[in-house]
């Protein structure tokens, strides 16, 4: 499964190269990043008040973090990324994973699938009654389906670029966390 979504680009993977040692790193994230044990309810509803941009876990070698929601907020991805924090020649590796593909989109194609499966047996049981909204139905179901397809994937996108972001100004000197 994870390589079908990687293949279509629900899964995408990043490296940056940081000059900050793991333990810099890990603490300046934690500054960031507000506590969450990513349970059922969290992972779906992550909008928070605190001023912390993700919510997650961060540990000394690796994290698991979610951008927080905001009302009013464009960029709500629901992306989420783990990473590992490697010590190579004096620089910090960062590896990270973005994953788009949560179970409140799995429900949606869940309802998709159920749905064409459902006027497909429509059809072919009132076979001598096909009526073109049958196909007008069909196609809208498609194309929601790939729009829905190109927000997640615009959202892993987003989340990566964010993170590399995210991740270059945690190496400042003169940053205020």
């Known amino acids: 499964m994870e390589k079908f979504l990687h293949k279509i680009g629900l899964i995408q993977y990043f490296s940056i190269e940081l000059d900050i040692t793991p333990e810099e790193f890990a603490q300046r994230l934690q500054n960031i990043v507000d506590i969450d044990d990513f349970g059922f309810f969290s992972i779906n509803f992550t909008y928070s ?3 912390k941009v993700y919510k997650g876990i961060v540990n000394l070698n690796d994290f698991k973090i979610k951008r927080v929601r905001r009302l009013y907020d464009n960029r709500q991805s629901n992306s989420i990324a783990t990473g590992t924090v490697e010590f190579i020649n004096n620089k910090s590796i960062v590896n990270t994973k973005v994953n788009g593909f949560t179970l409140t ?3 949606i194609l869940l309802i998709f699938i159920l749905t064409i499966i459902g006027v497909t ?4 049981v009132n076979f001598s009654k096909v009526d073109f909204t049958i196909f007008l139905y069909i196609g809208f179901i498609f194309i929601m389906f790939y729009v829905v397809y190109k927000q997640l994937v615009q959202n892993v996108k987003n989340t990566i670029y964010d993170l590399q972001r995210e991740f270059f100004y945690l190496t400042r000197k003169e940053t205020i966390y």
């Open 121 to 124: 047996i429509a059809i072919i």
């Open 105 to 107: 989109y799995l429900f």
């Open 49 to 51: 008040n605190t001023l």
